[in-house]
């Protein structure tokens, strides 16, 4: 950290000298203050929807962590991890809390926990398909918590035949017509989604296959599965929202799988080599005033149609070649080279 900011005006702005010893003491410090932590999230709850994710993994590389276990995630890796919870405001579209959890506590004890110390009382859990059993959803239930979590096209309370009969309902969203049908089963709610432009891809990219005679796929099994392709089922117990509100609620997940794929590309923040458990939460802390700062950077980029064009990291590379030289004793910006400038004056920024 020295070393960065050695090149960094912050040096001259905060006029404080830092080293290695200092900058742990501070993250230890802050690590030892949860409550403190605790508070300045809170700072950001307003009323209003939340999303909860489902746990992401942060690899350890000290022996000194005791919450850091052994364990394994989707890419099959045994290393010492850290469970990671997130919350997530839509509204706000900023993460606004987080808590750590042992690799071994599962997402679901971890979220009642994680609800209770951020005082929110209106979540809903926002699951990926991997998430669903009957365990889980029996457990969001007992505890009261709200979910919508989409299934494997294979599951059996699936009927895909509602769809071809009954299916007069359509909402739009992101310029494309979404049909839908609700029903029950078992006492549980589910909504089936049919997207027409995602069924014409996926049954174009199946029979591309089929053509190019790779091995499993046959116009046999595309025709097994022709009901199935463009749709997208959804298991949820909250009844206060109808088709479109949540179809776009578990859209919405995708504003998260950007937020943890900035936190661990652009931010580096997948792994630690923190020496103990108060470090590590300083550590966290300081990721999660980051991750919030990657955000607003994400939403300018947005709502400028941006994106397209830009990532949060190009933004950052371009501002990094924003320097100052001094001369005669007095700092003097350098010039900016002309796409960088063109692209601060799209974003409204004035740097003086």
Do not use: C
Not at 89 to 103: A, G, H, Q, T
Not at 290 to 309: A, D, F, P, R, S
């Amino acid at each position: 950290m020295p070393f960065h900011l050695g090149k960094s005006m912050l040096t001259n702005a905060l006029d404080y000298t830092f080293t290695d010893k200092k900058i742990s003491l501070l993250l230890n410090t802050i690590g030892q203050n949860r409550e403190t932590v605790v508070d300045f999230m809170r700072s950001f709850i307003q009323k209003g929807d939340y999303l909860l994710t489902d746990l992401t993994n942060i690899f350890n590389a000290s022996n000194k962590i005791s919450i850091a276990k052994e364990g394994y995630n989707s890419d099959m890796i045994f290393d010492k991890q850290i469970n990671l919870l997130y919350i997530y405001s839509p509204s706000l579209s900023l993460p606004v809390f987080y808590r750590l959890f042992p690799e071994n506590i599962r997402e679901v004890k971890g979220i009642r926990l994680t609800l209770k110390e951020s005082g929110i009382q209106d979540a809903i859990m926002i699951a990926d398909k991997g998430f669903y059993s009957a365990e889980n959803v029996n457990f969001l239930e007992d505890q009261k918590l709200k979910y919508i979590i989409p299934l494997r096209r294979d599951y059996v309370l699936i009927n895909y035949e509602l769809m071809n009969k009954t299916s007069s309902n359509y909402f739009k969203y992101d310029d494309r017509y979404i049909w839908h049908v609700y029903y029950e089963v078992d006492g549980h709610h589910i909504f089936l989604f049919l997207d027409e432009k995602l069924m014409v891809q996926e049954e174009k990219d199946f029979l591309n296959r089929v053509d190019n005679k790779l091995e499993g796929y046959t116009i046999e099994k595309f025709l097994e599965k022709r009901n199935k392709y463009g749709t997208m089922a959804i298991i949820t117990n909250v009844l206060d929202k109808n088709a479109s509100q949540v179809y776009s609620s578990y859209k919405s997940r995708n504003e998260i799988e950007v937020m943890f794929d900035g936190m661990k590309n652009v931010l580096d923040a997948d792994k630690t080599y923190m020496q103990n458990e108060e470090t590590l939460q300083g550590w966290m802390f300081i990721n999660h005033l980051t991750l919030q700062w990657y955000y607003i950077i994400y939403k300018m980029l947005k709502e400028n149609e941006l994106l397209g064009k830009y990532s949060v990291n190009d933004m950052i590379v371009h501002l990094k070649e924003v320097r100052k030289v001094r001369i005669n004793n007095k700092w003097i910006l350098e010039p900016i080279t002309n796409h960088t400038q063109k692209l601060l004056d799209k974003l409204k920024i004035s740097i003086t």
